[in-house]
């Protein structure tokens, strides 16, 4: 069975994101998430197949859901600013500068409805920005995300109600591109093998 992965840093220590906010988006819809998903890893176990579409469909969806949840908030608690290399070097080398990716990133924010991903392609070898509808819909495959930008309302109308820009404005000055960057070179490491 999945478990809620604990936040590792102190909720009330984010600039910008309130502890409340932060908090009600960790423990009750991440927590949901991982509930829904042991919920349907139950009934495979138990050979409920009867509605097998459904439950496939909502399994990708929470499977999902969870994983970028987990990548979103592990994102967090950092002082933003801008990466150190080799990340700094894979982002001008994958968007021609940091600027560039940046300016990429946050227009995808207003055309995503759920998240805005920084991925590392196995295919190519590159970063590239993706927008992401309801946690499955708008992924690519043999790509995976080294950052994650919830943009559901439940991550941010509680601090700013429609005011999404002060919200990713927050994410940035919060983000921790240390953890960014251990992802990339997990999966640069992995690509190798």
């Not at 988006?25 to 998903?37: N, S």
């Not at 495979?44 to 969806?61: T, V």
């Not at 801008?82 to 990133?105: A, H, Q, T």
Request: aromatic residues 12%.
């Amino acid at each position: 069975m999945y478990e809620t992965k604990p936040l590792k840093f102190d909720p009330k220590s984010l600039k910008g994101i309130s502890e409340k906010q932060i908090t009600l988006h960790h423990d009750k819809h991440y927590a949901a998430y991982v509930a829904a998903r042991n919920k349907i890893e139950e009934k495979l176990a138990n050979g409920e197949l009867d509605c097998i579409r459904e439950l496939k469909k909502n399994e990708s969806h929470n499977a999902s859901g969870q994983v970028l949840h987990e990548i979103y908030f592990a994102n967090l608690g950092g002082n933003g600013g801008v990466p150190e290399k080799p990340l700094m070097d894979m982002i001008s080398r994958c968007f021609g500068s940091f600027e560039n990716w940046k300016k990429e990133f946050t227009a995808c924010t207003t055309a995503a409805r759920g998240w805005v991903l920084l991925c590392y392609d196995w295919t190519d070898g590159k970063l590239h920005n993706y927008a992401v509808d309801f946690h499955d819909e708008g992924a690519v495959w043999n790509a995976a995300p080294v950052m994650a930008l919830d943009l559901w309302e439940h991550a941010y109308y509680l601090d700013y109600g429609p005011d999404k820009a002060k919200y990713i404005e927050a994410f940035f000055a919060n983000l921790d591109w240390k953890d960014v960057g251990e992802r990339l070179k997990k999966y640069a490491r992995e690509a190798k093998k």
